[in-house]
């Protein structure tokens, strides 16, 4: 089992930058594909980003943010990073970082365990 704890959210300008960070508690950080995914009251939630178990070279990301945003992971740390490049206020959500098992996976489904999220608010 692994605890997850978003942070790093805030009201930002658009186009602007922010970097999100969760850190993993319990064991075998590693063994997780991780995800961050977002929020909006009245919508459903919303896959924003992918990192693989088996190489941090293996992200993916949904075409809204595809060239903006990066994901990365420091297996050392337990610590997995959305970079958020290019601000827009359609970016506002509440973000939330989630570990699966699995090797590639977009369906909130997919994921095991989630963290409680961190609000990012984006201004025009």
């Known amino acids: 089992q692994v605890q997850l704890v978003e942070s790093g959210g805030g009201l930002v300008q658009a186009g602007g930058s922010q970097r999100l960070s969760c850190a993993a508690s319990g064991r075998s950080f590693s063994s997780y594909t991780m995800g961050w995914f977002r929020q909006t009251p009245g919508k459903e939630r919303e896959f924003v980003a992918g990192i693989s178990k088996w190489s941090s070279a293996n992200t993916y990301f949904a075409d809204s943010v595809k060239g903006r945003f990066t994901i990365s992971r420091d297996n050392a740390k337990n610590t997995v990073y959305l970079q958020m490049n290019s601000l827009k206020p359609e970016d506002t959500a509440v973000y939330l970082c989630?570990?699966?098992?699995?090797?590639?996976?977009?369906?909130?489904?997919?994921?095991?365990?989630w963290g409680q999220g961190t609000q990012v608010t984006v201004s025009s």
């Open positions: 989630a570990a699966t098992y699995g090797s590639y996976a977009k369906r909130e489904v997919e994921y095991d365990y």
